[in-house]
């Protein structure tokens, strides 16, 4: 094998595609990216137009007390028992877990720089109230009930369930999707409220049994509450709803969009489950920043 001599010039083989490369074939380059960025953007904006239009529906159809039949009203309690009742302990588990780990963190780094637990008040307030409870929550209801209710709706449509129901008169859209939407809606805006007050309460506990937290219990309520506005609750209440809505939105959605046969469900449950947990997060960024007007730190003009 013959090596290079130190002195010799190495030449990098010239690629054809690079050299021969002509202003006429970039610039082709960039219409068929540019195209293909558009068509996905369009794609996306069907798909966000086709769920607005899913929760209208959903609110215009519960408005109305005709749709209350028998059946609905048991499919939205069976619904809302599975989803926040029996997701209950799973909430308290996970807020409890994660309020230990925000709030002890958070009062071992203020006592290493001196500072009191009083001053970390307002920020775990709004953090809890603003961003983890409402996640935490719709990430509990879309992992717990949302696949469920994808793989549900895909076998009853592959195995023409929905079709016998259409043809007895019972309209689908009303027994079936509303109710299960509307119930975890509620569910997250419910375990919300559960997953916040749990994190304040076992954070304490824990800070204070390990004696990061010095001040009393009264006087760390009395921090949280005198940081507390209506805003919080005017920012605490649509981000559950409408994080909740779109979530069931998106597995109902993909639930019917099953098509073949039954070893299909569960690929379309799975995807169902990526899609709703990107939609809750993409809801939470997009109304912190419509709320806050900022992106990140930076001020939107």
């Given amino acids: 094998m013959m090596l290079a001599q130190p002195d010799e010039t190495f030449r990098v083989p010239s690629s054809p595609n690079l050299t021969h490369s002509k202003p006429w074939q970039l610039g082709r380059r960039f219409a068929l990216t540019t195209e293909l960025i558009g068509k996905r953007f369009i794609e996306v904006l069907k798909v966000v ?27 939205f309690a069976r619904q809302l028992l599975f989803t926040a009742v029996d997701g209950l302990l799973v909430a308290i588990r996970i807020s409890a877990a994660v309020g230990v780990l925000v709030i002890v963190q958070s009062a071992m780094w203020l006592n290493e720089v001196g500072a009191t637990t009083e001053g970390i008040s307002p920020v775990l307030w709004k953090a809890v109230i603003h961003e983890i409870a409402p996640l935490i929550a719709s ?66 506990m824990v800070g204070w049994l390990m004696g990061v937290i010095h001040i ?29 809505a779109f979530a069931g939105a998106v597995c109902c959605a993909d639930g019917l969009t099953v098509r073949g046969t039954m070893s299909d469900v569960s690929r379309v449950a799975s995807r169902s489950g990526i899609h709703a947990m990107t939609a809750v997060f993409g809801i939470s960024a997009i109304l912190s920043i419509l709320i806050y007007n900022r992106i990140l730190v930076f001020p939107i003009l």
């Fill in 49 to 75: 137009v086709n769920l607005l239009a899913l929760v209208w529906a959903v609110a215009f159809i519960a408005a109305s007390p005709r749709s209350w039949t028998p059946l609905t009203r048991m499919v």
């Fill in 216 to 244: 009393p219990w009264s006087m760390f309520l009395e921090s949280l509450l005198r940081e507390s506005n209506i805003l919080d609750f005017v920012f605490f209440v649509p981000k559950t709803i409408i994080a909740g």
């Fill in 139 to 204: 990430l509990v209801v879309v992992g717990r009930s949302g696949i469920a209710i994808s793989t549900e709706l895909a076998t009853m449509l592959v195995s023409g369930e929905l079709e016998v129901l259409e043809s007895q008169g019972v309209d689908p859209m009303t027994t079936m999707i509303m109710p299960r939407v509307l119930s975890m809606t509620l569910s997250v805006f419910c375990l919300a409220i559960v997953v916040a007050t749990t994190m304040l309460v076992m954070g304490y």
